[in-house]
C-alpha cells in the first residue's frame, strides 16, 4: 500500500513536471522572434549609416547571422530571407564592418562587440519585446538616435493598428515640428476606420487647413513622443466633439498606466458634476507619413461658451476688470504671470493668466488683489471665518478636490490648477476645470495629499483645515461613493478595450514608453483606485449628504436664502422628499 502511494505520487510529480515542460517549451516559442520568409527593407534616411548588415540569433544555440543588405535604386537597403526562421532571440540593423556570414558567438556577444568597436546599431529587439517583422516592409527608424527603435512599414497601408480612427497630418514641405511658439502650417483629415461614433473630418483629397506647434513643458521637453497643440482654421466637430478650432494632442508617453490616468481623471470630474470637463477621445496619428502612435484629442482649456463659460475680457484694458477671468496656478514662472508671497512655502505662488492674455495696469492690480485677498483668507488662523467662501465657491474647490485625491495627484494643486470668474463685484472665484493627471498615484495611497507632498500644495493644505469645507468634501464624496463608484471599474475596462489594439502599435513604435498590456495595467489601477477610495471611506465615511444631492453646477449656493440640516445634522439643499429638517434662518455669504 505504501509502495502504490509512492509510486503514484511519484507519476503525478513526473507528469507534472512534463506539463511545466511542456508550457515551457510552449511559451519559450510563442514568445521567440519569427522572420518569416520574404524581403525586407531598411529607411536609412534619418541613421545616414554607411553600410548596412541586418543581425538576428539565438543565443542559446550561440549562433548568430550577420546579412549584408544592398541599396536599392530609391534609397531603401534590402535582403531576402528565403525560408522562414524561428526560435530566434534577436534582432537588429548595423553599420558595423564585421563580415556577412554566420558566426559562432551568442548574439548578444556580438551585439556589444559592436559597440565596443565604436559602430552603431539600431535597438536590438528581443523576444520579451518583440516587434514582429513583416515580409516586404520598411523598418523606419523612429529617430536619428543610434539605439532608435522604429516601426514596419508597408508599402500603400497604414501603420496605424486600424483599431482606432486615424489623424493624418502633413506639414507644408514636410517641415519638421520643433517649437512651442511657432506654428507650423500643415492640412489634416481624419479617417473613422469604421467607426460609427466618428464623423470622417476632411479626406485625404480635400483635407483641412491646420496650424500646428508643440506644447507642454515636461512632457515636450522630457519625451521624444511629442504633445502637439492644433488650430484649424474653421471649426470642426473633430472625433465628434463639439465643434471648436482649438484642440491639442496628448501623447501619453508619461503615464504608466496603461494611458488611462488622464481619461479616468476627466471621467471623475463628470461623475463629480463639475461645470465642464474637457472631452479626450483616443486615436493613432500619421505625421507626414510617419506612424507616430497612440494620442489623445483633447478640448484644451479656454474661454468659450461649450468650455469655460464667463464673459470674455478684452485684452489690455481698462474697462470691467472684474471678470471674466482664467487662470492657472501654475508650476513654471517663465508664463505671464503674477506672484503671490507665502510664508510657509519655499517659492511664491505663480498665478499664470490665461484670459485675459496681456493685462492693463487695472488688470493686473485687480488679479493681485485678489489673490491677495484669497492667500489671507484661507491663512485666517480663526477656521471658523468664512471670509475665504466670500471670495471661492466652496463646492467647485471641494469637486476638485475630491478628484485629486481619489487618484493621489499631489501635483493637483501645485501645477495645472485652474480657476476661473464671471464678471462682477459679488462673483467667487470656481475651481476648474481639471487639466493633466500625469502625476497620480505617484506615492503613498494612504495620506490626505496635502500631508507631506512631493511637491508643494497651494491654497487646499489651508483650505482644508475649515469644518465647513470638510462637511462639503464629505458631502460630495457620499454622493460619488453612493451613485458613481459602484461603476467606475466598468468605465475602466471598457477604455482599457477600446484602446489596447492601438496600445500595442504605440508600443512598437515607442518601446520605452507605453504599454502592449492595457488589460494587465488596467487591472493595477484599478486595485489603485479601490484602495485609495477605501482609505478615504475610512477618513470621510460614506454617507455624505445621505440621498440628498449636494448643490449642483460650480456657482454654489449664491441665492439660497437659508440653510437646512436633517435630524443627524448633515447640510440639505432638497427638502421636497419627505422628512423632518431644521432650518437656520440666516442669509448665505456672498
Known amino acids: 500500500m505504501i509502495m502504490t502511494m509512492k509510486k503514484n505520487k511519484f507519476i503525478n510529480e513526473w507528469w507534472r513536471g512534463m506539463v511545466i515542460l511542456f508550457l515551457a517549451l510552449v511559451l519559450a516559442d510563442a514568445q521567440a522572434v519569427v522572420i518569416p520568409a520574404g524581403t525586407y527593407y531598411f529607411d536609412n534616411s ?8 541586418f543581425v538576428y540569433g539565438n543565443d542559446a544555440e550561440s549562433v548568430t547571422h550577420i546579412l549584408q543588405m544592398t541599396k536599392t535604386e530609391n534609397g531603401l537597403w534590402t535582403f531576402d530571407i528565403a525560408a522562414t526562421v524561428e526560435g530566434q532571440t534577436h534582432y537588429f540593423f548595423t553599420n558595423s564592418a564585421l563580415e556577412a556570414g554566420l558566426r559562432n558567438e551568442r548574439v548578444t556577444k556580438v551585439k556589444d562587440l559592436i559597440v565596443q568597436r565604436g559602430e552603431h546599431r539600431t535597438q536590438t529587439f528581443k523576444d520579451v519585446d518583440n516587434v514582429p517583422l513583416v515580409a516586404g516592409a520598411t523598418f ?13 512599414k508597408k508599402e500603400g497601408e497604414s501603420p496605424a493598428s486600424g483599431a482606432l480612427p486615424v489623424l493624418y497630418i502633413n506639414t507644408e ?15 489634416c483629415y481624419v479617417d473613422p476606420m469604421g467607426s460609427e461614433d466618428c464623423p470622417a473630418s476632411g479626406s485625404k483629397e480635400s483635407p483641412l487647413a491646420l496650424s ?74 500619421v505625421l507626414n507619413g510617419n506612424y507616430i502612435g497612440l494620442y489623445f484629442l483633447t478640448e484644451n482649456i479656454r474661454v468659450d461658451a461649450d468650455r469655460v463659460n464667463v464673459t470674455e475680457q478684452t485684452d489690455n484694458s481698462d474697462e470691467d476688470v472684474t471678470g471674466g477671468w482664467l487662470v492657472e496656478v501654475d508650476n513654471y514662472n517663465s508664463d505671464p504671470h503674477i506672484s503671490v508671497k507665502v510664508t510657509d512655502k519655499s517659492q511664491d505662488i505663480w498665478i499664470t493668466y490665461k484670459s485675459p492674455e496681456v493685462l492693463s495696469a487695472a488688470q493686473e492690480d485687480y488679479l493681485q488683489s485678489q489673490f491677495d485677498a484669497i492667500r489671507d483668507a484661507v491663512y485666517d488662523k480663526d477656521r471658523t471665518s468664512m471670509e475665504w467662501e466670500r471670495l471661492v465657491d466652496m463646492y ?42 500625469g502625476n ?31 462637511e462639503a468634501v ?14 467606475i471599474d466598468q468605465f475602466i475596462d471598457s477604455f482599457a478595450s477600446s484602446i489596447s489594439v492601438a496600445a500595442v502599435a504605440d508600443h512598437s513604435r515607442w518601446p520605452q514608453y507605453g504599454t502592449d498590456n492595457v488589460s494587465a495595467k488596467a487591472s493595477t489601477l484599478k486595485s489603485y483606485v479601490h484602495d485609495k477610495i477605501g482609505w478615504l471611506a475610512k477618513q470621510w465615511g460614506t454617507t455624505g449628504s445621505a440621498d440628498i444631492k449636494s448643490p449642483a453646477g460650480d456657482t454654489i449656493g449664491n441665492n439660497q436664502s437659508t440653510i437646512v440640516y436633517d435630524l443627524q445634522g448633515r447640510r440639505v439643499t432638497d427638502t421636497s422628499k419627505p422628512g423632518v429638517y431644521v432650518y437656520k434662518n440666516r442669509m448665505l455669504l456672498k
Not at 408 to 413: I, L, P, S
Not at 452 to 464: A, L, S, T
Not at 481 to 486: C, D, L, S, V
Request: glycine fraction near 6%; include cysteine.
Open 212 to 285: 500646428i506647434k508643440g506644447r507642454g513643458n515636461w512632457t515636450w521637453q522630457g519625451f521624444d513622443k511629442k504633445p502637439y497643440r492644433l488650430k484649424l482654421s474653421a471649426k470642426e466637430a473633430m472625433l465628434g466633439m463639439k465643434k471648436s478650432k482649438h484642440f491639442v494632442l496628448m501623447a501619453g508617453a508619461d503615464d504608466n498606466l496603461g494611458f488611462m490616468k488622464n481619461p479616468l481623471g476627466y471621467e471623475l470630474s463628470r461623475r463629480m458634476k463639475l461645470a465642464w470637463t474637457p472631452d479626450c477621445r483616443p486615436l493613432e496619428v
Open 140 to 152: 523606419v527608424p523612429n529617430s536619428s538616435d543610434l539605439y532608435t527603435s522604429g516601426v514596419w
Open 474 to 487: 464629505k458631502n460630495v464624496f457620499g454622493d460619488f461613493y453612493r451613485e458613481e463608484y459602484p461603476s
Open 46 to 53: 534619418k541613421l545616414k549609416y554607411s553600410d548596412v548588415k
Open 173 to 187: 514641405n514636410n517641415a519638421p515640428i520643433t517649437s512651442k511658439d511657432v506654428y507650423v502650417q500643415a492640412t
Open 396 to 437: 467647485a474647490m471641494a469637486r476638485v478636490y475630491v478628484v485629486r485625491e481619489i487618484l493621489q495627484d499631489e501635483e493637483g494643486f501645485h501645477g495645472s490648477f485652474y480657476l476661473h470668474k464671471e464678471r462682477g463685484n459679488d462673483t467667487k472665484w470656481v475651481a476648474g476645470p481639471v487639466w493633466d493627471f
Open 440 to 470: 497620480a498615484y505617484s506615492r503613498d495611497r494612504h495620506k490626505f495629499i496635502w500631508e507631506r507632498p512631493e511637491f508643494e500644495c497651494f491654497f487646499i493644505d489651508q483650505i482644508y483645515q475649515f469644518p465647513r469645507f470638510q
